[in-house]
């Protein structure tokens, strides 16, 4: 069974910049999650999703930051425009069913960005 | 509110000495437990959860962990330490009685594994 996908694995942009980030979760599982992690920290929850709806996004910063979900699969995370601050390490994970407590999340390699 | 503490940012053993990593929490109503590790430049890699039942989960790769609700911890351990179980490790809590399926992280630590 494939993983959690995401793209680009690193990135490097100018301040002001916009960038972006994939993730293709595990097959069948409907709840996506995007975390930031920052140097030697645990990952904060960023968004939460429910198939394609946002059930969570409390923790996102709007003003600069978007996510969306449209075909309940695949996810994309975006910055415009992105601050020295936002260099950190993107996590996108996934569980199988909403609403089951239990559940596991499952993690993708994440994506590196510099900010610069 | 949900919360987890590890205490110590960085543990250093010799290999094959037992290594534990702990790991307290604080959560309203009754705990989820996880433990996942990160190597270099990876992902959280699941090790281990405990959601009910035996206070003693076993897990990936050799390790265990148990939960003991008097003293809300859950550290984690591994009788026979390898060089290759040096990476970061992360403890998560999840609260029963909270909608949704939020974690909370530890702040991790560090696993040093001398030869």
């Known amino acids: 069974e494939a993983g959690v996908v995401q793209s680009p694995r690193y990135k490097i942009i100018e301040k002001k910049q916009p960038v972006a980030f994939w993730c293709n979760p595990i097959?069948?599982?409907?709840?996506l999650y995007w975390y930031l992690q920052n140097l030697g920290q645990g990952p904060e929850l960023l968004i939460r999703?429910?198939?394609?709806?946002?059930?969570?996004d409390s923790q996102l910063p709007k003003d600069r930051f978007s996510a969306e979900r449209l075909k309940g699969v695949d996810s994309t995370l975006k910055i415009q425009p992105a601050e020295l601050g936002d260099s950190a390490v993107y996590l996108c994970?996934?569980?199988?069913?909403?609403?089951?407590?239990?559940?596991?999340?499952?993690f993708g390699p994440g994506t590196r960005l510099t900010v610069l | 509110a949900q919360s987890v503490a590890q205490p110590e940012d960085q543990v250093n053993v010799a290999e094959g000495n037992p290594l534990t990593v702990k790991c307290t929490y604080s959560?309203?109503?009754?705990?989820?437990l996880f433990w996942y590790v990160q190597y270099p430049n990876r992902g959280l890699q699941f090790l281990l959860k405990?959601?009910?039942?035996?206070?003693l989960v076993k897990g990936s790769y050799g390790f265990e962990a148990e939960f003991n609700k008097s003293q809300t911890s859950f550290h984690l351990k591994k009788p026979s330490a390898l060089v290759s179980d040096s990476a970061l490790y992360f403890c998560?809590?999840?609260?029963?009685?909270?909608?949704?399926?939020?974690?909370?992280f530890g702040g991790g630590t560090r696993v040093l594994v001398k030869p």
């Open positions: 959560v309203s109503g009754n705990p989820y």
């Open positions: 999703y429910e198939n394609e709806e946002a059930v969570d």
């Open positions: 998560a809590v999840r609260d029963m009685g909270a909608a949704g399926n939020k974690l909370t």
């Open positions: 405990y959601i009910t039942g035996d206070n």
């Open positions: 097959s069948g599982h409907n709840t």
């Open positions: 994970a996934s569980s199988s069913t909403s609403g089951v407590r239990t559940d596991t999340q499952y």
